[in-house]
């Protein structure tokens, strides 16, 4: 256990854990919200620092990023715990539990993801994910910071619930992030993951205002948040801040707490049609066959990135450049190589 960062000690013999936006007031004894911050004796200790509940190389495309260093893998880990309780989540068993970990020292998490950097396929640095990696806060920032000094880049996979000042400490360090934008009213955010829609959208503004690479993660889920007039406001709000921000529509399947049945494949495609009348990059995932899989030019419509489940199948980008029109593409490094 580490002391933690961001809390107050309140008269009253309780602490205020200040990472988030639950802001937890916690009596001696007892755990946050998120189950990995715990008061003892007068300080709010991290119960997750270094403790690594899963472990393994990924393809960048599985967080999913489709627009940073495409084609390439990436060491991704992740603990226990998360500040939201969402009913459908996917990695409940270790989001929402305390799940076996094995300990990886940040100095240790760096050694692995240096020595697989020369192995096929290319890794490009360590990706917290899996849980909510800003409630291994303390782990990530050492993490990170050695993972810079080390030429690694830094992705995070997040719910995008946190607040101000622990963000704008930690972006220095983040090259890339794909936030989870999970609905677009307050309501679905109240009642079906316990937290709020309006700290997601300033995570989503600060990190892209300071030059992170942003792409954002919707997963529809029908009835709860798969209406035209909710995909068209979330549109509209991403294409205010930058239209070129890759958006990913995703299918809902059944899982944890909720038993509503799969996305059908024709909501997909209405999300996807919305989408691509404002955005450049739309894509679609957590299904086979339809559009939105591959990376197509804003301008003519070319197929620049061809890709297979997830796989980088081919190539055509020149110097980052669409073959056909010329067009600029925001793609961050495609590797060179298409793998399947």
């Known amino acids: 256990m580490r002391e933690a960062m961001y809390y107050v000690k309140r008269d009253d013999g309780r602490v205020q854990c200040h990472l988030c936006p639950k802001m937890c007031v916690i009596p001696e004894g007892r755990n946050g919200f998120c189950k990995v911050r715990r008061h003892e004796g007068g300080k709010l200790l991290t119960l997750n620092y270094a403790r690594v509940a899963s472990y393994g190389m990924d393809?960048?495309?599985?967080?999913?990023?489709y627009n940073f260093y495409p084609g390439s893998y990436i060491f991704s880990m992740g603990t226990f715990g998360c500040n939201l309780a969402c009913a459908f989540?996917?990695?409940?068993?270790?989001?929402?539990?305390?799940?076996?970990?094995?300990?990886?020292?940040?100095?240790?998490?760096?050694?692995i993801a240096v020595r697989q950097r020369d192995e096929p396929g290319g890794?490009?640095?360590?990706?917290?994910?899996?849980?909510?990696?800003f409630m291994w806060y303390e782990y990530v920032l050492d993490t990170a910071k050695l993972a810079h000094e080390a030429g690694l880049?830094?992705?995070?996979?997040?719910?995008?619930?946190?607040?101000?000042?622990?963000?704008?400490?930690?972006?220095?360090?983040?090259?890339?992030?794909?936030?989870?934008?999970?609905?677009f009213t307050e309501?679905?955010?109240?009642?079906?993951?316990?937290?709020?829609?309006?700290?997601?959208?300033?995570?989503?503004?600060?990190?892209?205002?300071?030059g992170v690479h942003v792409e954002l993660t919707n997963l529809i889920i029908p009835t709860l948040n798969d209406s035209a007039e909710e995909i068209g406001e979330l549109v509209d709000w991403v294409a205010s801040i930058d239209p070129g921000i890759p958006l990913h529509f995703s299918r809902y399947f059944p899982n944890y707490k909720l038993e509503i049945d799969p996305t059908p494949a024709q909501t997909l495609q209405m999300a996807y049609n919305i989408a691509q009348k404002k955005l450049h990059y739309v894509y679609v995932g957590n299904i086979a066959g339809g559009d939105g899989h591959d990376t197509v030019c804003p301008a003519c419509g070319t197929k620049v990135l061809e890709r297979g489940g997830m796989g980088l199948r081919r190539n055509r980008l020149r110097d980052g450049h669409c073959p056909e029109c010329g067009e600029t593409i925001k793609v961050v490094e495609a590797a060179l190589r298409a793998r399947v």
């Open 187 to 210: 309501k679905f955010y109240h009642h079906t993951c316990k937290g709020g829609l309006g700290p997601v959208q300033r995570t989503v503004e600060i990190a892209h205002g300071a």
């Open 89 to 111: 989540c996917q990695n409940w068993e270790i989001s929402q539990q305390n799940a076996p970990t094995v300990e990886i020292a940040p100095e240790a998490a760096v050694r």
């Open 59 to 65: 393809p960048i495309e599985k967080k999913p990023l």
């Open 153 to 183: 880049k830094n992705v995070m996979v997040t719910n995008g619930s946190v607040t101000e000042e622990p963000l704008k400490e930690i972006i220095p360090h983040i090259d890339a992030m794909n936030i989870d934008v999970k609905a």
């Open 123 to 133: 890794n490009v640095g360590i990706a917290y994910t899996y849980s909510e990696p």
